[in-house]
């Protein structure tokens, strides 16, 4: 079948948990025909199977990829394996949606370490903590500070942590020093106001003649993915010489990723998203930017942590009558099949987990109260005399504490 034979088809064969970005997704002919036109050329030179598949798409959503794959009747078995969301997690605590956090492959994180690094030199991470921390496995460096507003990004390399300049703060507020730098490597949220504004800040903090390594959305990550890049593109001509290394950056699988996905019916290798290396020698560095430019998208959440997994709790979610904590989807099991912040159902999500499990919330004090006696006692018997749990009728309290369960998992039994 010839790409442009293909037309964009309804949800054929639709995934289990199948969200509504995805639909929007199918209804945008023209990100439907660029995937299906990387299909076609897989299949035509002999790839079969989801990971072949997400190999060549370009970051396309992989649940879109599936069903591309369908609807072109290209669906062996083996690419509908059944998932486990189990993958090797190598981070304690786990890393979060909300935080956008997708780390870079160890030899990714240390491949951008040597191409920014070197004897004498200095360096800023922005919202780059595995390259901060393979910047310090080498000797010589003059200064590496790293801006990253989760501070537990520090507490999983804490063995590095006392030898790094950290700055905890959203990159909106930090006042980073103009000209002082050799190289600034950047890995903002995937948005364009926040693209724009962190490749301001780091080709500021760089010197003339800097280099500024900034990790770059792939062409099929979203519908509206090309003319995001083409304005990140056209900024850092702006400001200097660009070059792009497409599809240099692998980010290793987090779990909420694996978990999500699996909960969509799929499971993706460990390291399938990658993302375009753009390095910009800067040669007209702009003016530091002043005040804060890149909007907060969300209000800010509180996050607990329970034994190695991570809690973002909305303590502003609206006090309404019913039960403390209920399935978003009608899902007895509190699986969540999404990681986009266009799904429809986010804005009603209240408490979300590091292994992709989220509720609605209408008593944000009581959930809050509890998810710090489980983060102080890192055990469930810590519920057994909790008094904000005695204070509760007895059949709302047994729901609420099968809900904790079905949410937080046998992790703490
Ligand atoms: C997409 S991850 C990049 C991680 C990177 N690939 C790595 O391996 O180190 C984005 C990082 O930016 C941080 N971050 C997100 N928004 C931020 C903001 N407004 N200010 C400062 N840090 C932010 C997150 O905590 C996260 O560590």
Redesign the pocket.
């Known amino acids: 079948m010839s790409p442009s034979a293909v037309v964009p088809s309804p949800l054929v064969g639709a995934l289990p948990s199948q969200a509504g970005e995805i639909e929007v997704d199918l209804a945008d002919a023209a990100h439907c025909r660029a995937v299906d036109a990387r299909l076609a050329q897989a299949i035509a030179r002999g790839a079969r199977s989801l990971d072949e598949a997400l190999a060549v798409t370009l970051g396309a959503d992989p649940r879109l990829v599936a069903q591309r794959m369908r609807a072109l009747g290209w669906a062996p078995p083996a690419a509908m394996r059944p998932a486990t969301g189990d993958a090797a997690q190598p981070w304690d605590p786990e890393l979060h949606a909300r935080?956008?956090?997708?780390?870079?492959t160890p030899e990714?994180?240390a491949g951008l370490a040597a191409r920014a690094g070197g004897p004498g030199r200095s360096v800023l991470?922005?919202?780059?903590?595995?390259?901060?921390f393979a910047l310090l496995e080498a000797p010589g460096l003059r200064r590496v500070t790293l801006?990253?507003?989760?501070p537990l990004?520090l507490r999983r390399h804490h063995h590095h942590a006392a030898a790094l300049e950290a700055w905890h703060?959203?990159?909106?507020a930090?006042r980073v020093p103009a000209g002082a730098y050799d190289a600034a490597v950047l890995?903002?949220?995937?948005y364009p106001d926040?693209l724009r504004h962190w490749l301001g800040v780091a080709a500021a903090a760089v010197r003339p003649g800097g280099t500024v390594l900034l990790?770059l959305l792939p062409a099929l990550h979203r519908p509206s993915a090309p003319a995001e890049r083409a304005a990140v593109l056209a900024h850092a001509r702006a400001l200097g010489r660009v070059a792009i290394d497409p599809g240099r950056?692998r980010?290793a699988t987090p779990r909420f990723e694996h978990e999500a996905l699996a909960t969509a019916g799929l499971s993706v290798p460990a390291a399938w998203r990658r993302a375009d290396l753009l390095e910009l020698t800067v040669e007209r560095p702009p003016a530091p930017p002043v005040g804060p430019v890149?909007p907060?998208r969300e209000p800010a959440w509180v996050r607990f942590v329970i034994g190695p997994q991570v809690i973002h709790l909305d303590p502003h979610a609206p006090t309404e009558p019913g039960d403390a904590l209920a399935p978003i989807d009608g899902r007895a099991d509190f699986r969540y099949g999404s990681i986009s912040t266009r799904d429809p159902r986010r804005a009603t999500i209240g408490v979300w987990t590091s292994r992709s499990r989220v509720a609605r919330v209408r008593r944000p004090e009581l959930v809050a109260a509890l998810l710090e006696r489980l983060a102080a006692a890192g055990q469930r018997r810590a519920l057994d005399h909790a008094p904000e749990l005695g204070a509760l009728p007895a059949d709302e309290r047994a729901r609420l504490r099968r809900a904790l369960h079905a949410l937080l998992g046998p992790a703490l039994d």
Not at 169 to 172: H, P, R, S, T, V
Not at 187 to 190: I, M, R, S, T
């Open positions: 935080d956008f956090e997708w780390y870079f990714c994180a991470c922005l919202g780059t903590p595995t390259v901060a801006v990253d507003r989760n990004a703060d959203d990159l909106a930090a890995d903002a949220p995937w926040a990790a950056l980010y890149a907060a």
